[in-house]
């Protein structure tokens, strides 16, 4: 693995930021992640922090009724973003929590707690912090919009429901899913793309890929170039 671009402070230029959006299974943090190890940056996926956010209340709050922006930010406050070799790692009260995060109670209630605007700030918050002092690929809803306007690399991933689902399953199954079992997954992810619609945002200077018909290996190329090409053309300029 290459090292994180290094910075010359005297020219304070920050590290650079690759911000990848794009609705729920579009393969945005499987593409991140991958991104990130070819470039030598570490992978921040935003949702992670949501759904530690929503693991910390959940902990703390059984019944989601009674969540208030309070409680979960008083709850959030044992999220941490924890870097790793390759990665900034969401974890709860100081340990990995992958199974919880990606589990069911969670990913059903989970955008309760990211329509919160002041913690949308705190995941904001975190996610400026860890792109201060290492290059970083993030990934997200709204990443290249609210959090890193000025990022010199905004992709938007879309692909359609149908393929999104049946990847979905394929990687959580293991084997190949059923007709029934993609209409029943697609319905899943259409409904949460319309709960999550009005955090989703593609900015106006973000590439759109649509991944429907491309390998993962394709879309990882695709970005890395265009991230090279950013990385030899970049100026000292803030924010990536
Ligand atoms: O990306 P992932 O599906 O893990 O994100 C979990 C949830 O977090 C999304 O369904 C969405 O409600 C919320 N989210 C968000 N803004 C982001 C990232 C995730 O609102 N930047």
């Given at each position: 693995m290459t090292s994180p671009v290094s910075e010359s402070p005297e020219r304070r230029v920050r590290p650079l930021v690759v911000a990848i959006d794009g609705p729920a299974a579009s393969g945005k943090s499987s593409t991140a992640k991958w991104v990130a190890r070819e470039l030598g940056f570490r992978h921040v996926d935003s949702g992670a922090l949501y759904r530690a956010a929503t693991a910390a209340t959940l902990r703390a709050?059984?019944?989601?009724?009674?969540?208030?922006e309070d409680r979960v930010l008083a709850a959030a406050a044992s999220v941490s973003l924890a870097a790793t070799d390759t990665s900034f790692q969401a974890r709860v009260a100081g340990r990995e929590a992958e199974a919880e995060l990606r589990g069911a109670e969670v990913t059903s209630r989970v955008s309760i707690v990211a329509k919160m605007p002041r913690v949308r700030a705190w995941v904001n918050d975190r996610v400026r912090e860890a792109a201060e002092g290492h290059a970083i690929v993030v990934d997200g809803r709204d990443m290249g919009t609210a959090?890193?306007?000025?990022?010199r690399v905004k992709i938007f991933l879309v692909a359609d429901p149908w393929e999104r689902a049946r990847r979905r399953l394929l990687q959580r199954l293991e084997r190949l899913p059923t007709e029934e079992e993609i209409a029943e997954e697609t319905d899943a992810l259409v409904q949460r793309d319309a709960k999550d619609e009005s955090q989703t945002q593609r900015a106006n200077d973000a590439v759109l890929i649509d991944?429907?018909?491309?390998?993962q290996e394709e879309q990882v190329e695709r970005i890395v170039a265009l991230a090279r090409r950013a990385q030899k053309g970049r100026s000292p300029d803030p924010a990536g």
């Open positions: 709050h059984p019944d989601s009724g009674v969540w208030t959090v890193f306007p000025q990022a991944t429907t018909y491309l390998t």
